[in-house]
């Protein structure tokens, strides 16, 4: 598997499994039902941002987006999302994805990464980033409307570079 | 003192302590240095969002902004931020501009409140925060670098409605 920095050409391709992923609704809270236009700039990261593509055998099969989480004198924490492409799962993509993020943030000198908004019912989530060091800080509860199990919480998770 | 909502007229007024406070880099994680039109995204919300200023003897003291704190499946929990004229410390208009959101909040249906990045050694507005309700879930640690105390903690706190 290939990770390397998304081109604008390539949105169409993560585009697929991005808005499969969003009517799921089991994972973000994005707004529903954003053609290609629309969910562009959600996930396509401008500088100081990235987002990179997962490439197995010339197929787009996951994406990364990352970068500071706050601007200013909160900027030396960075954040980052991530998609597989439901198709391809238990394969180890959102794993290095997750590795790669973390070396990226590491050599851009970042402190830290935070993630905000993690469903606490997706297990296979939160049981990777454990895995890769990150903590649960704290579980805002009922703040996420699941399709499958009503409200739930959103874990915030820390990571210390 | 009355709070209303701000009109497009009211921002120079907001931006004359917006500004200043941004400037003493004690309280928010924002872009520094913004001019006027460049900050005047950052606080005027748009609907479903909405900012408020409070006002005193015709002086625009204090504003707050408010709406969904995220969208989709996140949009049923509210979020807000909060200004004080520097000048006008410790005359209630926190509290007032608080207790304003608490109620808008409910009104609009919001099942809660999340304040995203509470500066931990802001103990003035946790302490406000915390006597009206809020709970901090937890504090991510270093990731908000304060002028005089390095790197400090930002609480997320929550209160159920």
Known sequence: MEIR?????????IYRFYSVIMC???????????????????WMEEPPGR??????????????????NRPGR??????ASFLVDPARHGRGIGRALGEHVIDW????????????AVVETNSSAVRL?????????GTVPE????????LVGLHVMHLPL
Chains 1, 2 share one sequence.
Not at 74 to 79: Q, W
């Open 143 to 150: 703040t996420f409307d699941h399709p499958e199990h009503g």
């Open 24 to 42: 799921q609704g089991t994972t973000y809270a994005y707004p529903e039902g954003q053609t290609l236009e629309e969910a562009r700039s959600w």
């Open 105 to 116: 943030s590491r050599a851009e000198g970042f402190r830290g990464i935070q993630f905000n």
């Open 5 to 13: 920095t998304a081109s604008d050409s390539d949105w169409p391709s």
């Open 51 to 68: 987002t990179v593509v997962a490439v197995e055998e010339g197929e787009i099969v996951g994406s990364a987006k990352m970068g500071p």
């Open 129 to 137: 980033w454990k895995s890769l060091g990150f903590e649960v800080i």
């Open 74 to 79: 909160g900027s030396h924490v960075g954040t």
